[in-house]
């Protein structure tokens, strides 16, 4: 706890006291008590006047050198008579979770890179969420005309398929489903502004714990000429 003073409180949180007892600390003024939080004048000063704060990742800098991550909370905290005595100010430790998130966006930075180099694209139907991401698609909106939506896919997903195509796709398919081969097929996708595309499609379905596709997962090679048929993965 901040008092109005700057004094720093007794604060009840036992990860905390192992890293400064409290009797150390009782009646200091914040900025003895924590240098570093002198970099959070201004904020607690905002604070003092009735603002409340809430900062998702803060950088903290630990005595003993060591860095985190923390998700951090101020509140003003009032006397009886309603004037403002301090401020509470909560922390909680969130470095896993900033370092996952972290961690995370680099995968999707190598992987995009991945796929330009590759000249690949990604999809993925996601049956929960009612969304359709990746390889030029996009979630239904309103007045939405152009493009292939969730809404489409979830009525025929084979709807893009040359018709010549479809049938052996279906059934490689059906055939993934039950246990078979992993789904590799080589199909045409007609285009209403050029030739049709050949397409080199790798899909994963996703399921529930009780078994139900829930997403599916898709990667394919895109070329416009039949000798796309000779691709291997």
């Not at 009782?26 to 905002?46: H, K």
Request: a negative charge.
């Amino acid at each position: 706890m901040h008092g109005r003073q700057g004094d720093a409180g007794h604060p009840g949180q036992p990860r905390w006291r192992a890293q400064r007892q409290s009797e150390d600390v009782a009646g200091q003024s914040l900025y003895e008590a924590y240098p570093d939080t002198q970099r959070w004048a201004p904020v607690y000063n905002r604070c003092l006047k009735g603002q409340q704060v809430q900062h998702d990742r803060v950088p903290v800098n630990l005595p003993d050198g060591r860095h985190l991550w923390a998700r951090v909370e101020i509140n003003p905290w009032r006397e009886a008579d309603g004037e403002i005595g301090g401020l509470l100010i909560m922390s909680v430790d969130v470095t896993r979770t900033a370092e996952a998130l972290e961690e995370a966006k680099r995968n999707e930075e190598r992987l995009k890179l991945a796929l330009e180099i590759g000249e690949l694209r990604m999809w993925e139907m996601d049956w929960k969420r009612r969304e359709l991401t990746g390889a030029g698609y996009q979630s239904p909106q309103a007045g939405e005309v152009d493009g292939s939506t969730y809404e489409e896919l979830d009525a025929d997903i084979w709807r893009a398929v040359h018709p010549a195509d479809r049938e052996g796709a279906t059934r490689a398919w059906d055939a993934y489903i039950e246990g078979g081969a992993p789904f590799r097929q080589v199909y045409r996708m007609p285009q209403m502004d050029g030739p049709h595309q050949w397409h080199y499609s790798a899909c994963e379905a996703i399921r529930d714990e009780r078994g139900r596709i829930v997403r599916v997962l898709g990667c394919c090679a895109i070329s416009t000429r039949k000798s796309a048929a000779n691709w291997s993965w």
